[in-house]
């Protein structure tokens, strides 16, 4: 089955510092996202990304975080300047066309530990 | 505004039946998912519910009532495998994308 693929599973930073998490969505996926998880809390919503921009995005993602699609198929996630309450399991996870029974693939995320 | 709720923590015994429940009230409603999510992994798919009734697969069954905003999952025969989080999550109305809000997922522990 296809899958989301995502890099590295594992970031250690220090605050203050830019971090780029990337991930590689299902080839033919229309709808991207990124979803965060801190420990022992529900899966938040981040962002979504359709057609080559941000189509909706929640009250967390604020001016330190950015997304990209630089090529055809790479997404990326830059924290600009990391802050400690940014530790947390962010997960990318991408979608269909665009039909409500469309399920989300995730990734299997990238552990962030901010220092 | 946006609320999913479910129970926090469950046991079970090898072997048995248990249901867990989630509640919703949101802004537009355009289905709700299940998600099994082991520790420090992804959450994965595991059934979806639009209208109102049951849907089976296996082992899993999930309800929806939309009426009530209220909807649970049934997992059958119970493995030591299925302990995990299970997540309720809905795709809400209106807004311009496809994304699902989750609850707090419910920690399911599978006894022998």
Redesign the interface.
Known sequence: EPEVTQTPSHQVTQMGQEVILRCVPISNHL?F?W?RQILG?????LV?F?NNEI??KSEIFDDQFSVERPDGSNFTLKIRSTKLEDSA?Y?CAS?GV?T??????????TQLSVL | GQNIDQPTEMTATEGAIVQINCTYQTSGFNGLFWYQQHAGEAPTFLSYNVLDGLEEKGRFSSFLSRSKGYSYLLLKELQMKDSASYLCAVRGGGGATNKLIFGTGTLLAVQP
């Open positions: 709808y996202y979803y809390q529900k899966v938040e919503f979504s359709y189509s909706e399991m997960f979608s665009s409500t029974n469309e399920k989300l693939f995730f990734g299997s995320g």
